[in-house]
């Protein structure tokens, strides 16, 4: 019998109940990408609050990620949302980047929704001297996480649809960084772009030293 799991939403319900009034959920997106930078997200919202299809952005559609963000930002007490740049990746490793953009994503909120209480996607605690849970598998449990989950992915998608504009040939807009088939053809053909994580092995591994499509006529 599958282990019973507690429904979205119950780690918000207990933090409030312990008398936490602003309640934050950090999520990020793009920690396995070759691409791209990764994106953090902090959103805290109000006691009670029910959004219908809300849940892991790994799991809802592009279209349902979509629709959501104008409604998460409504009903939102605040929303911040916070980037580490690829360079940034390879100079501190993707796991300190991460914890990085979740720190200025929850920097960027507002002041009228400074949290009193983080619960944080993951093992790790954000870098920021305020009280915080984390959370395993946060984004499928806590509401507040979920939500955030959802701006992370959707911000990060539309740098990467920018990236595609500004370094054509990979297919940014399609894969978003991550390591398709495409994505390391393109990569073996054009070698790296300023987009491309060098620390990353698929990276590494592509044509030396790379920066990008040859200039016209080149």
């Not at 930002?73 to 979740?102: C, F, K, P, Q, T």
């Not at 507002?110 to 395993?136: I, M, N, R, Y």
């Not at 398709?180 to 393109?186: F, L, M, V």
Request: with cysteine.
């Amino acid at each position: 019998m599958p282990p019973r799991r507690d429904p979205l939403g119950e780690p918000d319900r207990e933090a409030f109940g312990r008398g936490y009034r602003r309640v934050c959920g950090v999520d990020e997106a793009g920690r396995g990408p070759l691409a791209g930078p990764v994106v953090a997200a902090a959103v805290v919202l109000p006691p009670g609050v029910s959004l219908p299809g809300l849940g892991d952005s790994k799991q809802l559609s592009p279209r349902r990620r979509a629709a959501l963000v104008p409604l998460l930002r409504e009903v939102a007490l605040g929303v911040g949302v916070g980037v580490a740049s690829a360079a940034e990746i390879d100079r501190w490793n993707i796991l300190r980047a991460s914890l990085l953009a979740m720190a200025r994503a929850v920097e960027a909120l507002p002041p009228s929704a400074s949290p009193d209480l983080l619960l944080v996607d993951g093992l790790h605690p954000v870098p920021l001297a305020l009280p915080q849970e984390t959370l395993v598998g946060g984004d499928g449990r806590s509401t507040a996480i979920a939500a955030a989950s959802v701006v992370a992915k959707e911000h990060r998608d539309a740098l990467m649809r920018e990236g595609a504009l500004a370094y054509p040939g990979y297919g940014f807009e399609v894969h978003k960084g991550y390591p398709t088939q495409s994505h390391r053809e393109a990569l073996s053909r054009l070698g790296p772009c300023p987009l491309h994580r060098r620390s990353f092995r698929g990276v590494r591994d592509a044509r030396a030293p790379g920066v990008g499509p040859p200039p016209p006529g080149g």
